[in-house]
């Protein structure tokens, strides 16, 4: 099944990461929501390395957290509870980093096919 994917604009950069997000989550993003690159690079659009925020006001408190060094990644939990927990206190509803191990070829390849159908990328 083909999907038709475009955007007003080749350069509107800011709609890779949600459209890799939508593949990924299989749902649409809301418009509140906020894609989020955990390294600060915007064209790094690997899965591992975006989060999802439920709106701009979680977003905020999350790099105000960040710059007061308050922030800390869970671990040592299941992933569910770490999900639960970041929600909870963040207002994350993706992390990139808790879907590293089994899945990142795949959601690499994904990005790709996004990228290549945006024309962003050449076929090879």
């Known amino acids: 099944m083909s999907e038709d994917i475009s955007t007003d604009s080749k350069n509107d950069t800011m ?5 890799i997000i939508e593949r ?10 906020i894609v989020h690159h955990l390294n600060e690079v915007n064209d790094d659009d690997r899965t591992a390395n975006l989060a999802v925020f439920i709106d701009i006001a979680h977003h905020a408190k999350f790099h105000k957290a960040k710059r007061k060094s308050q922030y800390v990644p869970e671990v040592g939990r299941t992933r ?23 899945r990142e070829r795949m959601l ?8 290549r159908e945006l024309g962003l990328l050449s076929e090879g």
Do not use: C, H, Q, S
């Open 80 to 102: 569910k509870a770490i999900e639960a927990r970041m929600l909870e206190k963040y207002g994350i509803v993706f992390y990139g980093p808790l879907y590293t191990n089994d």
């Open 24 to 33: 990924y989550l299989e749902r649409k993003l809301k418009e509140t929501e």
């Open 15 to 19: 709609e890779i990461p949600r459209l």
């Open 108 to 115: 690499k390849r994904m990005a790709e096919r996004t990228k």
